[in-house]
């Protein structure tokens, strides 16, 4: 991979981009401006999904998604579960800076297999998540009738996408227009084309590293892509940049202020000005907690 030095503008032609969206959950809060050329500022800790009042938040979070207004987040844990496997849970908040309120498990959803990688699309209403099968994962796809609801009826695998491997870190473009995911051993990121169905997915080969990337979290106008970037000591935060959505990937560099240990990204605002990620910087390897960090 051609890994530059320097940050990539993830901007056009202004440094600064409002969201001008419309639809089931138009009402999104981070409408404000910010230079997009600048740094994240400080990581801060996600409250309200924590398994105790006590612990600052660690969740040992399996990857999260909001809805525009950031307003509902679902995320995978298996510290409310108590068992080994991973469950999906949601929580709300009044205000997009205020913990959440206390974690509803999917129940509609959960069995005892794994579910972690959740992606939201851009109405809020259809969720994508991972899923362990017969010892391997898969991509799965279930839509709730209302932003409101706190309930998801029954997924069906994507048959389109998912081998007999490993498939997993499903992310939807906000237009719906595709889907990137991982696919492990080795190490890939894909892109799936969608319009009435997906079509066969491509892999994004200048993504690739020694190790392989994985985590993809497409930008609003999908010409940004943050990632992790496996590395022989951990795991990192990358941003890769293109022209166009049809080009490949030309600008590469680590998100380095927010490198610490362990990060991975999860879900980023339409604006692009803020960031959600996962992080072991307070822990060990199973101690994963959820930050957010926005850009100035």
Same mark, same amino acid.
């Not at 040992?60 to 809805?67: Q, S, Y």
């Not at 609003?220 to 892509?225: C, I, M, R, S, V």
């Not at 990204?265 to 803020?274: A, D, Y």
């Given at each position: 991979?051609?890994?530059?030095g320097t940050a990539p503008d993830s901007s056009k032609a202004d440094t600064s981009v409002a969201d001008t969206s419309s639809g089931a959950d138009a009402a999104d809060a981070?409408?404000?401006?910010?230079?997009?050329?600048?740094?994240?500022?400080?990581?801060?800790?996600?409250?309200?999904?924590?398994?105790?009042?006590?612990?600052?938040?660690?969740?040992?979070?399996?990857?999260?998604?909001?809805?525009?207004?950031?307003?509902?987040?679902?995320?995978?844990?298996?510290?409310?579960?108590?068992?080994?496997?991973?469950?999906?849970?949601?929580?709300?908040?009044?205000?997009?800076?205020?913990?959440?309120?206390?974690?509803?498990?999917?129940?509609?959803?959960?069995?005892?297999?794994?579910?972690?990688?959740?992606?939201?699309?851009?109405?809020?209403?259809?969720?994508?998540?991972?899923?362990?099968?017969?010892?391997?994962?898969?991509?799965?796809?279930?839509?709730?009738?209302?932003?409101?609801?706190?309930?998801?009826?029954?997924?069906?695998?994507?048959?389109?996408?998912?081998?007999?491997?490993?498939?997993?870190?499903?992310?939807?473009?906000?237009?719906?227009?595709?889907?990137?995911?991982?696919?492990?051993?080795?190490?890939?990121?894909?892109?799936?084309?969608?319009?009435?169905?997906?079509?066969?997915?491509?892999?994004?080969?200048?993504?690739?590293?020694?190790?392989?990337?994985? $985590?993809? #979290?497409?930008?609003?106008?999908?010409? +940004?892509?943050?990632? @992790?970037? /496996?590395?022989?000591? =951990?795991?990192? !935060?990358?941003?890769?940049?293109?022209?166009?959505?049809?080009?490949?990937?030309?600008?590469? $560099?680590? #998100?380095?202020?927010?490198?610490?240990? +362990?990060?991975?990204? @999860?879900? /980023?605002?339409?604006? =692009?000005?803020? !960031?959600?990620?996962?992080?072991?910087?307070?822990?060990?390897?199973?101690?994963?907690?959820?930050?957010?960090?926005?850009?100035?």
């Amino acid at each position: 991979m051609n890994d530059s030095g320097t940050a990539p503008d993830s901007s056009k032609a202004d440094t600064s981009v409002a969201d001008t969206s419309s639809g089931a959950d138009a009402a999104d809060a981070n409408t404000a401006m910010c230079d997009l050329t600048k740094a994240f500022g400080a990581a801060t800790l996600v409250l309200g999904i924590a398994t105790t009042a006590s612990d600052g938040g660690k969740v040992d979070v399996g990857e999260a998604a909001l809805t525009s207004d950031e307003l509902q987040i679902i995320f995978a844990t298996n510290h409310l579960t108590g068992s080994a496997d991973f469950d999906l849970f949601i929580a709300k908040r009044t205000d997009r800076n205020a913990p959440f309120l206390a974690p509803v498990p999917l129940t509609t959803l959960n069995d005892t297999n794994d579910q972690r990688g959740v992606s939201l699309s851009g109405d809020g209403l259809t969720l994508y998540y991972h899923q362990s099968v017969a010892g391997n994962y898969g991509i799965y796809r279930t839509t709730r009738g209302n932003v409101s609801d706190t309930a998801f009826p029954a997924a069906q695998a994507l048959s389109a996408v998912n081998t007999p491997g490993v498939d997993v870190s499903p992310n939807i473009t906000v237009d719906g227009t595709a889907l990137y995911f991982a696919r492990e051993s080795p190490n890939h990121i894909y892109r799936a084309l969608a319009s009435n169905a997906f079509a066969t997915p491509s892999v994004i080969t200048e993504l690739d590293s020694m190790f392989g990337p994985t $985590a993809p #979290v497409p930008t609003a106008d999908d010409l +940004g892509l943050y990632y @992790t970037k /496996v590395t022989s000591g =951990g795991t990192e !935060l990358w941003f890769a940049k293109r022209t166009a959505t049809n080009a490949p990937y030309t600008q590469f $560099a680590a #998100v380095s202020e927010l490198n610490v240990k +362990g990060e991975r990204p @999860t879900w /980023v605002s339409r604006n =692009g000005c803020r !960031l959600y990620f996962d992080s072991t910087r307070n822990g060990g390897s199973a101690a994963y907690q959820l930050f957010f960090a926005d850009k100035p």
